[in-house]
């Protein structure tokens, strides 16, 4: 397990991360949202031991990283894709690395095949494009054969045969009890990979749980409902004190739909049931991810584009923002 007590990391004056805490579960794939500059890779640094905290800190079965007897063979991470020397072909860097830990070369040649790397292990990789450096990364993360997997932004540069590789990657992995530990921007690649979310903003954490929690939840979802007696149905949801928006009469419903927040299709059927009224649609939309994640962080981004400036606090214009901006991009890049 992954645990994460009141972290607070600060590079000078900017607060990257701050009193942040959480915990992971074995055995699944916990997605870890926010948006940039919210403190997600400065988070997975800590773990991993490459920033030191400033204060709290960040263990992996109860050990600082620092302290694990053999870390390749406990943790597998992927920071940097291109994090590589670029004279070195890929069968090279792999085998410096499992040279260190005393890995075989045989599972250097079993991670290049799992990777889809075993047709170009002996180019150099000043030639690798951003996915195959993604790939690379990935298969010096599974070196180990670790217990946890930790992985920031994996797919970036892939192509949608490699997004799902590795989507299924991390599903396999998480099914053999291992921890899986992810960050990404694409919410529909979260929304159909995570059973856990942690969203943090501003170096906060704003919300965590399981996915489910976020896309099935009554409060985002709506109900739909079309039926010829639209004076009866309407009476029926007024008896009951249930909100609802009406839309016109068009193709698709001929009598009018009802839109209905904050309700469940079942409660709604059940209504329509003991009030002897027909239905000819009964529907439950839920909203994105997507839709989620940005009404939870929109207080919390670095810079805001329906405004055209960066926000502070509660999405208020900052004035100082374009002479920071030299100092924030600095900030960000450590």
Known sequence: MIQVEHLTKKYGSKIAVDDLSFSLTPGRVTGFLGPNGSGKSTTMRCIVGLDRPTSGRTTIGGVAYTNLASP??????????????????????????????????????????????????????????????????IAIALLGDPEVLILDEPVNGLDPDGVRWVRTLMRDYAARGRTVFVSSHLMSEMEVTADDLIIIGRGKLLASGPIRNFTENAAHATVHVVGPDVAGIEAALRAENITFTFKPPSDEAPSGRFLIEGATSPRIGHLAFTHGLELHELSELHSSLED???????????????????????????????????????????
């Open 72 to 137: 390749l063979t406990s943790v597998g991470a992927l920071l940097d894709g291109k994090a590589f020397h670029p004279a070195r072909t890929a069968r090279g860097q792999l085998r410096i690395v499992a040279a260190s830990h005393g890995i075989a070369k045989k599972r250097v040649d079993e991670v290049l095949e799992l990777t889809g790397l075993r047709e170009v292990a002996s180019k150099r990789l000043r030639g690798f494009s951003l996915g195959m450096g993604q790939r690379l990364g």
């Open 292 to 334: 989620i994640f940005i009404e939870l962080t929109q207080s919390s981004v670095e810079y805001d584009v329906r405004t055209g400036a960066a926000t502070v606090g509660y999405g208020q214009p900052d004035p100082t923002f374009l002479n920071q901006a030299e100092t924030q991009m600095e900030g960000d890049r450590s």
